[in-house]
T-cell receptor, first 109, second 115 residues
Framework: RKEVEQDPGPFNVPEGATVAFNCTYS??????FFWYRQDCRKEPKLLMS???SGNEDGRFTAQLNRASQYISLLIRDSKLSDSATYLC??????????FGTGTRLLVSP | GAGVSQSPSNKVTEKGKDVELRCDPI?????LYWYRQSLGQGLEFLIY????????KSGLPSDRFSAERTGGSVSTLTIQRTQQEDSAVYLC?????????????FGNGTRLTVT
């Protein structure tokens, strides 16, 4: 089983839609979690950290479910500029940040 | 301020040659990571440096790969006797601390093509 798993997508949604991605992790000792965004042929950039109580940043909401070992990212009111690959990142507790393969989002007019 | 700088941005080499990739992290960042990303794939962890501690080399795919970090700053990733499967984008990232909540700042990567 992979340490971090994501649905590769692509998720095709119209502008204004709400879309959610999940990411599962295998190591129950994982300590911290992040969502990164990667545009085509660009380097990944931090989108948001994921806190135990859940957190929101504008149109983006991240949640953590430790019991089921998954994190989620919800994007409301999708914009064309949200089109990108969203990478789930897990700190497995050994200071090693493990990246998922990413979920591709395509927002169309 | 200056971000993470990687050089070269592109490298084409013949199979069997050695290559050296350089990463200049953000000043003051104590943690430095190397990842590689093959076309259409996720990021594969290679190696991690934290201060003066022994590096975590658990992700290096073979003994042809090595990395060092001099003076706690600049890092070089060396691939000996390159193979075609080494073709990928090699990404370097640094973070202020090795603390779990410290975000990674990535360089633009080195695109390596082995012919």
């Amino acid at each position: 089983r992979k340490e971090v798993e994501q649905d590769p997508g692509p998720f095709n949604v119209p502008e204004g839609a709400t879309v959610a991605f999940n990411c599962t992790y295998s190591n129950s000792a994982s300590q911290s979690f992040f969502w990164y965004r990667q545009d085509c042929r660009k380097e990944p950039k931090l989108l948001m950290s994921v806190y135990s109580s859940g957190n929101e940043d504008g149109r983006f909401t991240a949640q953590l479910n430790r019991a089921s070992q998954y994190i989620s990212l919800l994007i409301r009111d999708s914009k064309l500029s949200d089109s990108a690959t969203y990478l789930c990142v897990v700190n497995t507790g050994f200071q090693k940040l493990v990246f998922g393969t990413g979920t591709r989002l395509l927002v169309s007019p | 301020g200056a971000g993470v700088s990687q050089s070269p941005s592109n490298k084409v080499t013949e199979k069997g040659k050695d290559v050296e990739l350089r990463c200049d992290p953000i000043s003051g960042h104590t943690a430095l990571y190397w990842y590689r990303q093959s076309l259409g794939q996720g990021l594969e962890f290679l190696i991690y440096f934290q201060g003066n501690s022994a590096p975590d080399k658990s992700g290096l795919p073979s003994d042809r790969f090595s990395a060092e970090r001099t003076g706690g700053s600049v890092s070089t990733l060396t691939i000996q006797r390159t193979q075609q499967e080494d073709s990928a984008v090699y990404l370097c990232a640094s973070s202020l601390f090795a603390e779990s909540a410290s975000p990674l700042h990535f360089g633009n990567g080195t695109r390596l093509t082995v012919t």
